[in-house]
C-alpha cells in the first residue's frame, strides 16, 4: 500500500509499505476514505517530537471502510464506515471506566512524556505519533490496523460525507472539551490563542455555547478574518498589538472570564525564548500561556488543548495564584464526545467542514504538508483522499 513515512525533520514522503493485517482478536483493517493534516503533525514534520523514527507512518485523523475485523470485534463489521478517534483506548482499565481514554492505561507500550514520572504508566496509545505513544501507525496511508475496536471507532450515516464527519477524530472533540473546560456558557466572555483548526473548533463549540464575545488571537492576518466573518470573533494580531493589554482595556479592566491555548509548546515567542529552546533550556515557549495567564479575569480559567512537553520557563505560576485561576488541559477524551458532536452536526449545529481550504490526493501529501507549514496558499486545512 501507499503511505506518507517520516524520515527527518522537513522530510516525509509517500512510500510503498506492507499492507496491514490483524495482530489481536479486536483488531480491524480499514480502507482509508479520508484522513487530514493536524497541527500536532507539523510538530511530527519539524522533528519536534522525540523518538520518531524512520519510516514510521503518520497522521491521526482519518476514517474509512470496514474491510476486515478480528474475531473479537463485536459492534463493528465488515463494510461499516467508520471515524477513527486518534487516542487508542481499552475500555475497561481504571481511567477508561471513569471515560477518561486518553489516560487508557493499557494500550501505550512506550514511556510517555513525563520527566519526573516515578514509574507511573504512561497515557494512551495514540495513531501515527511517535514511539513516546506507542509507536502505532497512523492514517496517512491506504489501509490502517485499528487496535482495540470494540472502544472508539463510531459508525457514521450515509447521509453526512465523509468532510462533514472526519474531524470527528480529534480537532472537533478538542476544540469542544477545551471549551468545556473552559466552562463557557451562555454570555461567557472567551479569549482563544492560535488560530489553528483546532482554535477555529474551538470558536465555532463557544458560539454554539452561547459566548458573548470571542476574541482570536493569531498573526495570520487570513486565519483571523476567516474566523470573523464565520464565528464573530474579535481579531487580534499579536504582531501589532499586546493582546492581554487589549482584552483587558476591553473588559472594563477585568479580564475574560477564561481563556483557550490552541497554541501549545512551539508558540511564537521572545528572543529570549527561541534562545532557550534552541538551547534545550527550556523545552516548550511560555509565550503563550503567559499572555493567557495575564488576559483572563480573576477566578476565571485557563484551558490548554495546545501540546506541551518538558519544562518551560517564565510560567507566572505567583500571577495563576494571585488570580485564583482554575488550570484545565490535557489529551482529548475523543471516545466520551464522538456521539454527542455527530448529533450536533446531524442537527446543523456544527459545520466543522467550513474550515477545509485544500482537497489534495495522498500522493500530494509531502507536498500538503508544507504547504501547511508554511502556510501557503491561505491555508487552514488540508485534508487527503487515496489517489
Same mark, same amino acid.
Request: aromatic fraction near 8%; charge should be negative; proline fraction near 5%.
Given at each position: 500500500?501507499?503511505?506518507?513515512?517520516?524520515?527527518?525533520?522537513?522530510?516525509?514522503?509517500? #512510500?510503498?509499505?506492507?499492507?496491514?493485517?490483524?495482530?489481536?482478536?479486536?483488531?480491524?483493517?480499514?480502507?482509508?476514505?479520508? =484522513?487530514?493534516?493536524?497541527?500536532?503533525?507539523?510538530?511530527?514534520?519539524?522533528?519536534?517530537?522525540?523518538?520518531?523514527?524512520?519510516?514510521?507512518?503518520?497522521?491521526?485523523?482519518?476514517?474509512?471502510? !470496514?474491510?476486515?475485523?478480528?474475531?473479537?470485534?463485536?459492534?463493528? $463489521?465488515?463494510? #461499516?464506515?467508520?471515524?477513527?478517534?486518534?487516542?487508542?483506548?481499552?475500555?475497561?482499565?481504571?481511567?477508561?471506566?471513569?471515560?477518561?481514554?486518553?489516560?487508557?492505561? &493499557? &494500550?501505550? =507500550?512506550?514511556?510517555?512524556?513525563?520527566?519526573?514520572?516515578?514509574?507511573?504508566?504512561?497515557?494512551?496509545?495514540?495513531?501515527?505519533?511517535?514511539?513516546?505513544?506507542?509507536?502505532?501507525?497512523?492514517?496517512?496511508?491506504?489501509?490502517?490496523?485499528?487496535?482495540? @475496536?470494540?472502544?472508539?471507532?463510531?459508525? !457514521?450515516?450515509?447521509?453526512?460525507?465523509?468532510?462533514?464527519?472526519?474531524?470527528?477524530?480529534?480537532?472537533?472533540?478538542?476544540?469542544?472539551?477545551?471549551?468545556?473546560?473552559?466552562?463557557?456558557?451562555?454570555?461567557?466572555?472567551?479569549?482563544?490563542?492560535? @488560530?489553528?483548526?483546532?482554535?477555529?473548533?474551538?470558536?465555532?463549540?463557544?458560539?454554539?455555547?452561547?459566548? %458573548?464575545?470571542?476574541?482570536?488571537? #493569531?498573526?495570520?492576518?487570513?486565519?483571523?478574518?476567516?474566523?470573523?466573518?464565520?464565528?464573530?470573533?474579535?481579531?487580534?494580531?499579536?504582531?501589532?498589538?499586546?493582546?492581554?493589554?487589549?482584552?483587558?482595556?476591553?473588559?472594563?479592566?477585568?479580564?475574560?472570564? @477564561?481563556?483557550?491555548?490552541?497554541?501549545?509548546?512551539?508558540? $511564537?515567542?521572545? @528572543?529570549?525564548?527561541?534562545?532557550?529552546?534552541?538551547?534545550?533550556?527550556?523545552?516548550?515557549?511560555?509565550?503563550?500561556?503567559?499572555?493567557?495567564?495575564?488576559?483572563?479575569?480573576?477566578?476565571?480559567?485557563? %484551558?490548554?488543548?495546545?501540546?506541551?512537553?518538558?519544562?518551560?520557563?517564565?510560567?507566572?505560576?505567583?500571577?495563576?495564584?494571585?488570580?485564583?485561576?482554575?488550570?484545565?488541559?490535557?489529551?482529548?477524551?475523543?471516545?466520551?464526545?464522538?456521539?454527542?458532536?455527530?448529533?450536533?452536526?446531524?442537527?446543523? $449545529?456544527?459545520?466543522?467542514?467550513?474550515?477545509?481550504?485544500?482537497?489534495?490526493?495522498?500522493?500530494?501529501?509531502?507536498?500538503?504538508?508544507?504547504?501547511?507549514?508554511?502556510?501557503?496558499?491561505?491555508?487552514?486545512?488540508? !485534508?487527503? &483522499?487515496? #489517489?
Amino acid at each position: 500500500m501507499k503511505a506518507l513515512s517520516y524520515h527527518g525533520s522537513h522530510h516525509v514522503q509517500v #512510500d510503498t509499505v506492507p499492507d496491514p493485517v490483524l495482530q489481536e482478536s479486536d483488531d480491524l483493517i480499514l480502507r482509508v476514505t479520508a =484522513t487530514a493534516i493536524c497541527g500536532s503533525d507539523l510538530h511530527l514534520y519539524r522533528g519536534k517530537v522525540p523518538q520518531l523514527k524512520h519510516g514510521d507512518i503518520l497522521g491521526h485523523e482519518f476514517m474509512g471502510i !470496514v474491510e476486515e475485523t478480528g474475531s473479537g470485534v463485536q459492534n463493528i $463489521k465488515k463494510g #461499516d464506515r467508520v471515524v477513527i478517534p486518534f487516542v487508542i483506548a481499552c475500555g475497561s482499565c481504571f481511567f477508561c471506566a471513569q471515560q477518561q481514554f486518553s489516560a487508557c492505561e &493499557t &494500550t501505550n =507500550t512506550g514511556e510517555g512524556g513525563l520527566l519526573n514520572s516515578k514509574h507511573i504508566k504512561p497515557p494512551a496509545a495514540l495513531f501515527g505519533f511517535s514511539h513516546m505513544y506507542g509507536g502505532i501507525p497512523g492514517g496517512q496511508a491506504e489501509f490502517v490496523r485499528v487496535p482495540k @475496536a470494540n472502544v472508539g471507532p463510531l459508525v !457514521v450515516p450515509s447521509s453526512l460525507a465523509d468532510e462533514q464527519v472526519l474531524f470527528l477524530s480529534d480537532i472537533l472533540p478538542t476544540g469542544y472539551q477545551a471549551v468545556l473546560n473552559a466552562e463557557v456558557k451562555p454570555g461567557s466572555t472567551l479569549a482563544i490563542f492560535g @488560530a489553528g483548526p483546532v482554535g477555529l473548533m474551538a470558536a465555532a463549540c463557544a458560539r454554539m455555547k452561547g459566548a %458573548s464575545k470571542i476574541y482570536m488571537i #493569531d498573526h495570520h492576518a487570513y486565519r483571523l478574518e476567516f474566523a470573523r466573518e464565520t464565528y464573530g470573533i474579535v481579531p487580534i494580531n499579536f504582531d501589532d498589538t499586546d493582546a492581554a493589554e487589549f482584552i483587558i482595556s476591553d473588559t472594563q479592566g477585568r479580564g475574560v472570564d @477564561a481563556v483557550i491555548d490552541a497554541v501549545g509548546f512551539e508558540a $511564537k515567542g521572545s @528572543a529570549l525564548d527561541t534562545v532557550l529552546t534552541g538551547l534545550k533550556i527550556e523545552s516548550s515557549s511560555g509565550s503563550a500561556l503567559r499572555q493567557c495567564i495575564a488576559a483572563v479575569r480573576r477566578g476565571g480559567v485557563v %484551558s490548554v488543548p495546545g501540546v506541551y512537553s518538558g519544562f518551560i520557563h517564565g510560567f507566572l505560576f505567583g500571577d495563576a495564584f494571585d488570580k485564583g485561576l482554575t488550570i484545565r488541559m490535557g489529551q482529548t477524551h475523543v471516545q466520551k464526545l464522538m456521539p454527542e458532536l455527530l448529533g450536533l452536526i446531524e442537527e446543523g $449545529k456544527l459545520r466543522p467542514d467550513a474550515i477545509i481550504t485544500h482537497r489534495m490526493k495522498l500522493s500530494e501529501a509531502a507536498e500538503a504538508y508544507k504547504i501547511f507549514d508554511k502556510k501557503e496558499q491561505d491555508c487552514r486545512k488540508v !485534508v487527503l &483522499t487515496p #489517489d
